[in-house]
Structures are given as structure tokens and as C-alpha cells.
């Protein structure tokens, strides 16, 4: 558990000016956990740590505003690791609006696919095809290991939560598979 966390450490270093701007927004929490849990994962040659999960409360639309734009993606993607799945979704909503595909939100994106909550998964489908398959390769080729445990995660989560209505493994109807066959392909030809 951490009770601080350093948000430069979750983000590309060109980002570090623009990460202590947002973090300065974040409320404070004077007790309990703010985060939960690590995810290493290298980022085009950058080892990154994101929280597992992330315990604080939304930061106030005004604040939000005074933002830039690509500050306002940093924000959006640090509540993708909310506890709350309605947030995550929120914020995802929000990137897929603002059409963030700096390559940096990708990471945040590709952790989100290896969660249950399936409006979420259907929302992402469609960004990760924006995209090159280049910038998925060079990912995949950095990240194996991780992109698999992403898929164990997509198969485990269809087995508690989708298998009743998609009962058949790796049938194409269900989104979390057809993620899962973009990361297979990606790393296929990395």
C-alpha cells in the first residue's frame, strides 16, 4: 500500500512538468490509502510504474477546466486506475471524446482491457484501432510478458463475469477476445 504516490513515475519523463501540474489538483487524502498495488511495465524504452488502483475523490470540474489539453489527458488517465468501475468508465468516456491518442495514453488503455467491466472493453476496442501497428508492435516487443498477463486477465474476468452469455473461448462476438487477438497479432509480429 501506498500513502503517496509519485505520479512522474506513471508517465513518459517528457511528461513530468505536465504530471506536478495535475498532481497539485489531486485532493488530499489526510488518511487512508491513496493507492494500491504496482504495474511495471516498460514504455518505449521508459520503465513506468502504475498504481494498481487509485483511492481519492474526483477532482472539481472548475479545476479540471483550467487545464490543458494534454494535462486534462493525464488527469483522465490517472482516473482510469480508479476503484470505482463508473469513474474508470467516465474517464475513458472522456479520452475517446477528446480523441487522446498521444502514445502514452495507450498504456493506460492497454491495463484497462484486462478488467471485467465490459462498457468499458467496448469503448476501448474502438481506440486502440487508432493506433499503428507499429507503436502496438514496438509495445508488444517491450511488454510480453505483460501483454500475456493481460490476456490471462481477459480470459479469467470472461470466465466469472461473460461466460453465460458468450460461452464459447475466444469466440469473436465478446470484446475482450478481439483485444486480446489485437495484442496475440501485435506480438506475433514484433
Same mark, same amino acid.
Given at each position: 500500500m501506498n500513502r503517496k504516490w509519485n505520479w512522474a513515475d506513471a508517465f513518459p519523463q517528457s511528461c513530468t512538468d505536465d504530471v506536478r501540474v495535475v498532481a497539485r489538483l489531486l485532493p488530499r487524502r489526510l488518511f487512508g490509502t491513496v493507492t494500491w498495488g504496482t504495474i511495471d511495465v516498460t514504455f518505449f524504452g521508459e520503465s513506468l510504474?502504475?498504481? $494498481?488502483?487509485?483511492?481519492?475523490?474526483?477532482?472539481k470540474e472548475e479545476k479540471i477546466q483550467t487545464l490543458t489539453e494534454r494535462q +486534462?489527458?493525464? =488527469?483522465?488517465?490517472? !482516473?482510469?486506475?480508479?476503484?470505482? #468501475?463508473?469513474?474508470r468508465e467516465k474517464y475513458v468516456h472522456r =479520452?475517446? *471524446?477528446?480523441?487522446?491518442?498521444?502514445?502514452?495514453?495507450? =498504456?493506460?488503455?492497454?491495463?484497462?482491457? #484486462?478488467? !471485467?467491466? +465490459?462498457?468499458?472493453?467496448e469503448r476501448i476496442e474502438p481506440m486502440l484501432q487508432t493506433w499503428s501497428e507499429e507503436q502496438l508492435r514496438t509495445f508488444a516487443a517491450a511488454n510480453e510478458?505483460?501483454? *500475456?498477463?493481460?490476456?490471462?486477465? &481477459?480470459? $479469467?474476468y470472461?470466465? =466469472?463475469? *461473460?461466460?453465460?452469455?458468450?460461452p464459447v473461448l475466444w469466440?469473436?462476438?465478446?470484446? #475482450?477476445? +478481439? &483485444?486480446?487477438?489485437?495484442?496475440? $497479432?501485435?506480438?506475433?509480429?514484433?
Open positions: 510504474i502504475l498504481p $494498481s488502483r487509485l483511492y481519492l475523490n474526483e477532482v +486534462r489527458w493525464i =488527469l483522465y488517465c490517472m !482516473y482510469t486506475r480508479h476503484h470505482d #468501475g463508473y469513474i =479520452l475517446e *471524446q477528446k480523441q487522446a491518442k498521444t502514445d502514452w495514453v495507450l =498504456l493506460y488503455l492497454i491495463e484497462l482491457s #484486462g478488467e !471485467y467491466v +465490459r462498457e468499458i472493453l510478458r505483460y501483454l *500475456q498477463r493481460i490476456e490471462r486477465r &481477459i480470459i $479469467s470472461w470466465d =466469472l463475469h *461473460q461466460r453465460t452469455a458468450y469466440n469473436s462476438d465478446y470484446v #475482450g477476445f +478481439r &483485444i486480446a487477438q489485437c495484442y496475440r $497479432s501485435s506480438r506475433a509480429h514484433s
